[in-house]
């Protein structure tokens, strides 16, 4: 199956971010991409928290729900629609969840991001569980004969949830992220490469990139990593995107070679 994972630099105006994905979404089928992934807030990168309270939507009528749809089966493209910001029923915080669509535009799951990030780096302090609800369980589903388990961002250092994965066997982890410049450029890639490694799976890691408004600058460099470890491609600066072929037969010989997952005793 060809995937590919789409890197943008998203901003505060709701119509010209859906207008950039529209936009890359079409790209990514006219190179004969069957499963595209989006980063995450692809409709809305802003500076406030009441910004992002402003374009959450309850998810019966969300219009950005409604453009995935519209777009995989415009396409003929499955799509991991990064993430799409929700009103909850249980708090006044928002949902930041992870859509997946079929190439028919049927909707398969909808993943809340269960890991907030709160923490305090060199000049920056975030406080996600500020405005987030944090989601309660793991997603999987299936497209064609491969199964994804759904992530977003910060859930990338909780190895535990892609365990879950595996067990429930999975052969494909996507994480839609936008991860911030520093912590990005010391883990970013040591993690996509060590959940590709422990798992014996395809990552597909789909970023933000470059300066937002509000001052935050996000690492960018989406990849997209073979279950060996190897980064088969990687999109590092700019908007753009990177397409690649991942082979079952592949998976099937890393996991016959190194059978690691059969090992386990926890």
């Not at 999987?140 to 949830?161: A, K, N, Q, V």
């Amino acid at each position: 199956m060809r995937v590919g994972v789409i890197q943008l630099n998203s901003g505060n105006d709701f119509k010209s971010n859906l207008a950039y994905a529209d936009d890359w979404l079409s790209r990514a089928a006219d190179a004969g991409v069957e499963l595209a992934v989006l980063p995450e807030n692809f409709t809305f990168m802003g500076a406030g928290d009441a910004e992002k309270h402003q374009i959450a939507e309850p998810e019966e009528s969300s219009s950005v729900l409604a453009f995935l749809a519209a777009q995989a089966k415009r396409l003929g493209m499955a799509i991991v629609g990064g993430t799409v910001a929700l009103t909850s029923k249980e708090s006044e915080n928002l949902r930041n969840a992870c859509p997946v669509f079929s190439a028919t535009g049927e909707r398969l799951a909808l993943y809340d991001k269960m890991h907030l990030f709160d923490v305090d780096l060199p000049g920056e302090t975030w406080r996600e569980s500020e405005i987030v609800e944090a989601g309660a369980h793991p997603v999987t589903c299936d497209i064609g004969d491969w199964r994804l388990g759904l992530s977003i961002c910060y859930d990338l250092r909780f190895p535990e949830l892609y365990r879950y994965y595996s067990h429930k066997g999975c052969q494909i982890l996507t994480v839609p992220a936008a991860f911030t410049e520093p912590t990005g450029k010391a883990h970013w890639e040591t993690l996509l490469r060590a959940r590709a490694i422990e798992n014996q799976a395809y990552v597909l890691a789909a970023a933000q990139n470059g300066t937002h408004p509000g001052g935050r600058r996000t690492w960018g460099h989406s990849m997209i990593i073979d279950p060996w470890g190897e980064v088969l491609c990687v999109c590092r600066e700019s908007e753009g995107i990177i397409t690649a072929d991942m082979d079952i037969g592949r998976l099937t010989e890393v996991r016959r070679m190194l059978p690691a997952l059969s090992h386990r005793r926890m």
